[in-house]
């Protein structure tokens, strides 16, 4: 079945400053959104990236399909950025979730 | 916008009792997916439903049974719940299920079991 590594596990930022999380997958996916999930616990799509570089606000996802890897560059951190990201490979009917990165943004 | 939407947010319950968590999205998407989140955060797909056929089961006990009434709404029922039990449960949908889509959450629902 799709493995998933994220990395580094946790990141500790001072605001201001850049963030770069990787994701890396097993098994060739069409479909790869990054999530960040608040310290309250709810989950929320940020981008939807299978292939190429995105761009939303702050946030710049690149993936490299055929090398089963993707990042998430988060500019100019703020304290609110605090949590936890999670990247997921969709392999149909099903996301396999990474154990994800945790962010401390620090004011 | 919240466009899926769980009841309860919280249930706390006792060993062995029945529970009954509640799902409806409003995107008129045909799949819609449960996902648990374990003490340790990991994220697990447990099922998934397209036009209110099972697709998706992935080997959970078969005390926790997927119910769903129409497309837009997929509840989930735990018949004599364990202490394991006690997680997170996320409810998502997507337009079709395929390999291409983006799948959306609604808040979850928090299960503690004492």
Not at chain 1, 25 to 38: C, D, E, G, H, V
Not at chain 1, 74 to 82: P, V
Not at chain 2, 44 to 62: D, G
Request: charged letters at 15%; aromatic letters at 8%.
């Amino acid at each position: 079945g799709q493995q998933v590594q994220q990395s580094p596990a946790s990141l500790v930022l001072q605001e201001g400053e850049n963030a770069e999380l990787q994701c890396n997958f097993s098994s060739t996916a069409t479909q790869l959104q990054w999530f960040y999930q608040s310290p309250g616990g709810s989950l929320v799509s940020l981008l939807s990236n299978p292939s190429g570089t995105k761009h939303t606000g702050r946030l710049t996802s690149t993936t490299v399909t055929k090398e089963r890897r993707s990042s998430l560059h988060i500019s100019s951190s703020q304290t609110t950025d605090s949590g936890t990201y999670l990247c997921a490979p969709n392999m149909g009917y099903k996301l396999t979730f990474g154990t994800g990165t945790s962010l401390l943004v620090d004011p | 916008e919240t466009a899926v939407f769980q009841t309860p947010n919280y249930h706390v319950t006792q060993v062995g009792n029945e529970v009954s968590f509640n799902c409806k999205q409003t995107l008129g998407h045909d799949t819609m997916y449960w996902y648990k989140q374990d003490s340790k955060k990991l994220l697990k797909i447990m099922f998934s439903y397209n036009n209110k056929q099972l697709i998706v089961n992935e080997t959970v006990p078969r005390r926790f049974s997927p119910q769903s009434s129409d497309k837009a709404h997929l509840n989930l029922r735990i018949k004599s719940v364990e202490p394991e039990d006690s997680a997170v449960y996320l409810c998502a949908s997507s337009l079709t299920g395929g390999a291409r889509d983006t799948q959306y959450f609604g808040p979850g629902t928090r299960l503690l079991v004492l």
